[in-house]
């Protein structure tokens, strides 16, 4: 989960945003059902996995401290992975990691998806993407 600033709002209030994997497992409580969770996974998925169906999301959250609640303001379907994954709002654009199935995905602002690519070099996952820009890294210019 990331914290989001945005000038526009009023104080007290910000953003939140995710990766919601939409996985339903706990070690802690086995005897939980999460099937009876409508929608939720509960298995994981790795390439070519028939088996799963699922989907996980963006979610995009205001919280409003003032008032004490919280609304999705935003979400849209990412590629299936229940665990190892990431996102990251970077400017105009939201860039998204599906770990499990290997999968980068560049969405604009409104979540349309731009880009996708598929990592072949890996058997496995990939854990985290993370998007810098470097400006000033190198030279203070």
């Known amino acids: 989960m990331t914290y989001m600033r945005d000038d526009s709002l009023e104080d007290g209030q910000y953003y939140l945003y995710l990766f919601n994997n939409n996985y339903g497992v706990s070690t802690t409580r086995s005897d939980y059902d999460w099937t009876q969770i409508e929608g939720i996974e509960t298995k994981l998925a790795t ?4 088996e799963i169906d699922s989907v996980s999301y963006f979610y995009q959250y205001l919280v409003d401290e003032n008032e004490g609640t919280y609304s999705l303001v935003q979400s849209f379907e990412i590629p299936y992975s229940g665990i190892v994954s990431s996102v990251q709002r970077v400017d105009d654009y939201i860039i998204t990691d599906s770990g499990m199935q290997g999968v ?38």
Do not use: P, V
């Open 47 to 50: 390439e070519g996995d028939t």
């Open 104 to 141: 980068l995905g560049i969405y604009d602002a409104q979540g349309n998806l731009l880009k996708q690519y598929k990592s072949m070099l890996n058997k496995k996952y990939i854990y985290r993407i993370y998007y810098y820009d470097f400006d000033g890294f190198y030279f203070n210019i």
